[in-house]
């Protein structure tokens, strides 16, 4: 078995997952919607195995921790006090040409040279110049000069008429703007000798002042490498777009950046200066859309979590350290949703806040932070790809003292996967004060009352699928059934995460006792797991498609089970390993003991 050694692009694992039914885009046949994603068969089983997951060492293997589900409806007030409605914004900048939208942060740095162009003008001359164009070229076709018609090849075509009809050896004009305003003042000029009166009244009606022009400053950056005259281009379908048609630009003298987020990284155009851009989808509740019936779709789960704090408390009567976990839905208008689920408007998180004694708070961010690391190695993430990132004073919300991204290396670059941060008693402080409802625990050793303090661990679910299926991606090279080497793409999920457990093949599809035999084993392995059953093709090819979608097991009803060779083999079958592709054979009534042991 060798291992491809090339890295798995993102195309290949998109391409799959919409082959084998993991992630769809959402509303596709409409052309699709931005930011939202469907899980098909198998993406849902998948995500469903890392949320139960989840839920399990998270909430039931524990005792300090209780589960909640909440609206994703929000009232604003919530929002208001958790401070989402002020402050919840990422720093928005357009693309001055094409008016496409990015996070200001998110640009790279860049550096090279930066050409300014400080205005342009049209070479299209205007109405009343064309019609002395087309006086002096003795031309019985009247131009038309409605704004569909009038344009640079009518004055070309003028004055090419112009020079020929004088007999002049004016080369003609390339597509150039500076090229066919030299064109045509040359022209003119060299007739003017014969024809002052109408050349001069050309010369009038087109100076600069006269034409179209753009007095909007530009800049453009040419990265280091690229070709300079790339500038110039880019400036020319600026000013075009603010309606010059054959812009004629003019340049200051250049400057040099280094490592600089001024410009669209695609095409070098400047950008606008960032803007703060909320993130929060808001909707109208009830038949009146006003101020009055607006409610938010919650940007995170946490916020219900710290609301029903107090309910929690009282009906689950724990104490101080517990946690209240949440998995659910969050919504957010990202500015540029990317890289396949990564950044989705729709997506789930995982939240845990555990609250604690303000004294314990560190203790309890360095304990989460190592679960959660624990957490991703148990579902087949290793250790060496996942990195836990101290976030600097300087850039940690005002009110954590302390805050780790859990970055995961996917093959786009290393990317949060999960944030852990000790939030203080922020949440809980922000909705006493504004609720005027007392939050307070009560402490029965001491009889203090207090606002506990929290720690909490934010998962994305729709990142760690996407990290688990980046990671489980690989091609290698298996034999056919004919011993032939061939590539195979074989994903492999830990058996805990797998959407199916394991694949029921009797040998041959006609063979009636093998088919029998082969129902009757998904029938006693269904109640424990999820299974699928498969007589079509080779078996070689029925092992290939298990493995395209990370199926970790597959069994095999053969003459054997049925007894017809040895009558010692009867009702055993064969268990394939995915990953070693080594075959066992085991008799039936061990499977579940065996398999459940090896999926859990
Ligand atoms: N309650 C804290 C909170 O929401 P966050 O860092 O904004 O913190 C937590 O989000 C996690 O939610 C992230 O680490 C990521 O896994 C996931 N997440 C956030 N925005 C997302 C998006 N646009 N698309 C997919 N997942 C996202």
Redesign the pocket.
Known sequence: MNKSPDAQPMEKIVSLCKRRGFIFQSSEIYGGLN?AWDYGPLGVELKRNLKNYWWRVMVHERDDVVGLDGAILTHPAVLKASGHVEGFSDPMVDCRLTNQRFRADQIPLQSGTVFIYEFARDATPPPEALLVLAQLAETDAEPRFDKQTIGPADAVDLAKRIATRHGLSIPPPTRDPNSIEMFLLDVVATIRKGEPEMADKFLAAYQPDKRRISGEEFRVLIRDGVPESNAEKTAREFYRKRGLHLPVVSLKPTQRVENNRDFNPENGAELTQPRPFNLMLETYLGAVADESSKAYLR?????SIFVQFKNVLEVSRKKLPFGIAQIGK?F?N?IN?RNF?????????M?LEYFCRAEEGMKWLDYWLEERLKFYENIGIPRTKLHAHEIPDEERAFYSKGTY??EFDFPFGRQ????V?Y?TDYDLQQHQKASGKSLEYFDEETKQRFIPHVV?P???????VLALICEAYEEDTAPDEKGKLETRIVLRFHPRMAPIKCAVFPLLKNKEPLIAKAKEIIDLLRPHMNVFYDEGGAIGRRYRRQDEIGTPFAITVDFETLGEKDPALRDTVTLRDRDSMKQERVPIKELVSILASRIR
């Open positions: 930011g940007p995170e789960t946490a916020q969050a957010r990202e949703p689920t990564f950044r989705s408007r729709e997506f789930e998180q939240e991204d859990i949060e996967l999960e944030g941060a939030r909490e934010s998962a994305g679910v729709d990142r760690a």
